[in-house]
C-alpha cells in the first residue's frame, strides 16, 4: 500500500497548514495520520511529538502503524533540522509546501542560507507536486530555481511546480483576502485566473489567508474538488495554540499563540492591533540555548506593537532566565515601550490580568499549545491556557 504523504516545510505555518490539510483530507473521506510540533497522531494511536520531525526509524514506525490500521494519507511538518539530520530518508514525500523562510535556528544553521538550502531539501523528494508561496523572498527563488531545474531536466517533467501569491494576479493560485475579523478570514482563491467565489476560515489574520492557500493549493494537486476544499476549511474550527482566544465570564480578552519568531511575533501584533481598538499588553519571553540573536529583535518588534510587555521566561532550558530576559530588554528598550521584567511566566500573565482594563487585549507569545516548560534539565508542567483560567478563578474567588 502506498501512503500518500504531504511534506510541509517553512519557519511559521507549518502546523497551521497541516491542520487546514487534514481537515479538507478528511473531508474527501481520507483517513490522515498527522505528524508535527503539536502531536503525532497515527490512526487510534497518538504520540508525544518529541520533535516536529521525528527520526527516520521513528517515522519508519509510524509508516508501519499507517499500513497496518489502512490509512493511506499522512500530512507532515519537516523541520530544517529534520531535512539537515536526514530524518525523513527512506520516506517518500509526494506533494511538499513552502510557507516562508524568515529568521529562527541560526543556532543551528548559522547563517539563513545554511538554513535555506536545508529547507530546498524537500522540493528535491517531492514525486508528485510541490506549491510555493512566491510572496516570501526565499520562496519566489526556490520556485525559480526549481523551475530552471525542471527545465534542465533534472527534476521529471511530470511534476508540478505551483506557486502562490497575493501580490501577483499570474500565479497558479492567487489570493484575495476579503474579509479579516478577530472570528477568522473571508478568502477568494483564483485557481489559474478562475475565482472560487468566498472561501472562509476561522482563524484571523493575514498569515491565516497564506495558509490557506497553501493548503488548498496542495489539496487540489492531489485531485480534491473545490466544494471538498472550501468545506474541509470551513469545518476546522482552530488549531491549538495558534491565535487561541481564552474564554471566560469576566470580559477579559486573552489570545495565547505559539509566536517565537521575530516574524511570527510581528504578524500575530499586527493582527491583534488591526482587530482590536484598545492597548496590546504582550506577555513574552524567548528559548534558552536556541538563537540568540533573535532576543533583541523580538524586543523590538513587542515594544513597537505593544501598549506594554511583561517580559518573562519561556522555555529557559539550561540558561539563566535573567540573561535571556535582558538580551530581550535591549530591544524592548529601543522601542520605548513601558515594560516589566517577570521570570515567574504565571506571575507575568497575572500582572497582565491585573493591569487590563476593559477594551484592552492580552497577548501571551511563545508556548501556544506546550504543556510544560523546560528549567534547567527539568519539564515542568505548564500551560498558558490553563494558567489565565487558573488566575481569573483565584481572581474571582478572592473577590467572593
Ligand atoms: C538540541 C537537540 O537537538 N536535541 C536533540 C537531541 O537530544 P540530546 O539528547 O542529544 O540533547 P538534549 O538532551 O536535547 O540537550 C542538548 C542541548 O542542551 C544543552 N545542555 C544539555 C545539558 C546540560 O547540562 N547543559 C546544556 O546546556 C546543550 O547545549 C544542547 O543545546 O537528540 C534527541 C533525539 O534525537 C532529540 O529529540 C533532541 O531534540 C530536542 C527535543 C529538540 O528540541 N530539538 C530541536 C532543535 C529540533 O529538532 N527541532 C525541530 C523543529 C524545529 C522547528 O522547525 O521549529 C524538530 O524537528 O523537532
Ligand atoms: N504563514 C505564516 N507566516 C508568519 N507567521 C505565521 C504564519 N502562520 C503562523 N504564523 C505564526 O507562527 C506561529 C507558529 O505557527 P505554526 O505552528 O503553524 O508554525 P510552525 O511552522 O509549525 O512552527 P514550529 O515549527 O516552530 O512549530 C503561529 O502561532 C503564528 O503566530
Ligand atoms: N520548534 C521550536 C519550538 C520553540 C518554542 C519556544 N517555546 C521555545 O522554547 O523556544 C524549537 O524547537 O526551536
Same mark, same amino acid.
Given at each position: ?5 504531504? &511534506?510541509?516545510?517553512? %519557519? ?14 478528511? +473531508? ?23 520533535? %516536529? ?11 508501519? +502503524? ?6 493511506? %494519507? ?18 517518500? @514525500? ?21 538554513? /535555506? ?72 482563491? /483564483? ?40 468545506? &474541509? ?7 491549538? &495554540? ?41 506577555? /513574552? ?63 507575568? @500573565? ?17 508556548? &501556544? ?32
Amino acid at each position: 500500500m502506498t501512503i500518500e504523504v504531504f &511534506g510541509i516545510t517553512g %519557519t511559521n505555518g507549518k502546523t497551521t497548514v497541516s491542520y487546514m490539510l487534514r481537515s479538507i483530507l478528511e +473531508e474527501g473521506g481520507r483517513n490522515c495520520g498527522l505528524v508535527g510540533t503539536i502531536t503525532h497522531a497515527i490512526g487510534q494511536k497518538e504520540y508525544d511529538a518529541l520533535n %516536529t520531525t521525528p527520526s527516520s526509524e521513528v517515522l519508519k514506525k509510524y509508516f508501519t +502503524e499507517l499500513e497496518s490500521q489502512q490509512i493511506g %494519507t499522512c500530512v507532515m511538518e519537516v523541520s530544517s533540522h529534520g531535512l539537515d539530520q536526514g530524518r525523513i530518508e527512506g520516506i517518500p @514525500i509526494h506533494y511538499a509546501g513552502f510557507t516562508n523562510l524568515t529568521q529562527d535556528h541560526l543556532d543551528y544553521h548559522l547563517t539563513m542560507e545554511n538554513y /535555506f538550502q536545508a529547507k530546498a531539501k524537500l522540493f528535491y523528494k517531492a514525486e508528485r507536486g510541490m506549491v510555493i508561496n512566491v510572496d516570501d523572498a526565499y520562496g519566489k527563488r526556490l520556485y525559480e530555481k526549481l523551475l530552471e531545474d525542471q527545465r534542465r531536466e533534472h527534476i521529471a517533467p511530470e511534476i508540478r511546480i505551483e506557486s502562490v501569491s497575493f501580490q501577483d494576479s499570474k500565479a497558479d493560485y492567487f489570493g484575495k483576502l476579503l474579509e479579516n475579523t478577530i472570528e477568522g478570514i473571508l478568502l477568494e482563491p /483564483f485557481e489559474k485566473g478562475s475565482s472560487w467565489g468566498p472561501v472562509a476560515i476561522s482563524l484571523p489574520g493575514r498569515t491565516t489567508a497564506y495558509n490557506g492557500m497553501l493548503a488548498l493549493a496542495l489539496a487540489r494537486q492531489a485531485g480534491l474538488s473545490r466544494e471538498t476544499v472550501t468545506a &474541509g476549511l470551513r469545518k476546522l474550527k482552530g488549531v491549538p &495554540g495558534r491565535f487561541q482566544k481564552i474564554q471566560n465570564n469576566q470580559g477579559i480578552h486573552v489570545v495565547v499563540d505559539f509566536a517565537h519568531t521575530p516574524d511570527a511575533l510581528e504578524n500575530l501584533l499586527k493582527t491583534a492591533g488591526e482587530l482590536h481598538d484598545g492597548r496590546l499588553i504582550c506577555v /513574552f519571553g524567548c528559548g534558552g540555548n536556541r538563537d540568540r540573536e533573535k532576543r533583541p529583535i523580538m524586543g523590538r518588534i513587542a515594544g513597537n506593537r505593544s501598549g506594554f510587555c511583561l517580559i518573562t521566561s519561556d522555555n529557559p532550558r539550561f540558561e539563566e532566565p535573567i540573561r535571556i530576559t535582558e538580551e530581550i530588554e535591549v530591544g524592548v528598550k529601543e522601542a520605548g515601550c513601558p515594560y516589566t521584567v517577570e521570570l515567574d511566566r504565571k506571575e507575568a @500573565i497575572r500582572k497582565a490580568i491585573d493591569m487590563y482594563e476593559p477594551g484592552d487585549l492580552i497577548v501571551i507569545a511563545g508556548k &501556544g499549545h506546550e504543556k510544560y516548560q523546560l528549567i534547567n534539565g527539568k519539564k515542568l508542567p505548564f500551560d498558558d491556557e490553563k494558567a489565565v483560567e487558573d488566575i481569573i478563578r483565584e481572581r474571582v474567588e478572592k473577590r467572593e
